[in-house]
């Protein structure tokens, strides 16, 4: 391995954890925050029409009144949001959304306004038509019928831009899956790769050594096509790594020695799955084995601050023979914690005299989470 810094590292302070409102209670929560902040925009220009038609109104009496008046509309809105998600406009579909969102309009706004005048009126009385006046009632709500127009078209737009973030979001988390899936896909046949060398050149000095190697390497390959999730507990990742250790144990015998100094609670961390395999292959092929005596690799992990932090280091030739800076497995690994974390993740690797050491940070997920 070449001294330097891996691209896309970031050193980032410690991140902590916030506790999160469950969805539905924070949307409801926002919904009538909206509306709430609508009708005190509303309350102002109201007052001074009260006060040239009917004196002067107390301002928080105007203020319940309006609010009143937008209670259907708080009511209403999840379905109008859930109905500008299912009827989006977009490029060739357009008269469709449109008529549906008009034909609703016809209903809901007068639905709304006759819901918010009866409601006003019988909660507060507010001097608007008195409560036993039906046509009072009826004239006032389809008065506030047409000013309320353009509140539907508000929400309604409302509704189309939070479903356009909503599909660009989705369309950005497929993006995602695509490249890491597509970058996991690569470390298969490089390690298989540079396994089958090794085993090839060992045939011709122990044939029985090499067929042992490529039955351990049958299981490393059926373990490592077998269908799992992008993030798996630390204990898994090292299983996997262990038997690909075995591996090379079998290809370098006793030149190989690898140790782990992981605490207990640390197991149980998620990681990238096949996240230290191609570090622990570049150590072993680019560090390890170009050493006459052979070498260590060390392999650390603990929690620091709300963060998993991972080191390997492996003894190196003093020479820089090494090359793994330039190799597919550490280009690899950033981009997939780049994909995976943003800028939310450290990924460095530098030299020493006789040695090199990758470190990684990434925040902090149990299993159990």
Do not use: C
């Not at 009827?87 to 609703?104: D, M, Y």
């Not at 890491?180 to 011709?204: D, E, K, M, V």
């Not at 149980?268 to 070498?295: D, F, K, R, S």
């Amino acid at each position: 391995m070449r001294s330097g810094r891996a691209a896309g590292s970031a050193r980032l302070g410690p991140l902590k954890s916030v506790g999160r409102v469950p969805g539905s209670l924070r949307s409801l929560a926002v919904i009538i925050a909206a509306w709430a902040l609508i009708a005190l925009a509303w309350t102002p220009p109201t007052i001074l029409i009260q006060a040239l038609s009917a004196g002067s109104p107390g301002a928080l009496q105007v203020f319940l009144y309006v609010l009143m008046n937008f209670v259907p509309w708080m009511v209403a809105t999840p379905l109008l949001l859930h109905m500008g998600r299912r009827f989006a406009f977009s490029e060739g579909r357009v008269l469709r959304p449109l008529a549906v969102h008009g034909a609703v309009g016809l209903v809901a706004i007068p639905a709304t306004a006759l819901a918010g005048t009866v409601l006003a009126v019988v909660t507060l009385g507010h001097g608007q038509p008195e409560a036993g006046s039906l046509r009072q009632v009826l004239s006032a709500s389809t008065i506030t019928a047409f000013y309320t127009v353009p509140t539907y078209i508000g929400v309604a737009a409302v509704a189309q831009a939070l479903g356009y973030f909503q599909r660009f979001r989705e369309r950005e988390r497929l993006l995602a899956r695509a490249q890491l899936q597509a970058l996991r896909a690569q470390i298969n046949p490089h390690f298989l790769f540079n396994a089958l060398n090794a085993i090839s050149a060992l045939g011709y000095r122990d044939a029985a050594r090499a067929d042992a190697a490529i039955s351990m390497l049958a299981e490393l390959m059926r373990a490592s096509l077998e269908e799992r999730a992008q993030q798996i507990a630390l204990k898994e990742e090292i299983a996997f790594v262990r038997l690909y250790v075995d591996l090379y144990g079998i290809l370098l015998g006793n030149a190989l020695q690898v140790s782990f100094d992981i605490a207990g609670p640390v197991w149980q961390a998620m990681v990238p799955t096949m996240l230290l395999q191609p570090l622990m292959e570049n150590a072993i092929v680019h560090g390890v084995a170009l050493l006459p005596a052979g070498g260590r690799i060390v392999v650390r992990a603990h929690i620091r601050e709300a963060r998993l932090v991972l080191s390997l280091i492996n003894d190196a030739p003093a020479d820089g023979r090494s090359a793994g800076g330039k190799g597919i497995g550490l280009s690899n690994t950033a981009e997939r914690l780049r994909a995976l974390y943003g800028d939310a993740h450290l990924f460095e690797m530098y030299r020493g005299a006789r040695s090199v050491t990758v470190d990684i940070s990434i925040p902090l997920r149990s299993e159990s989470a």
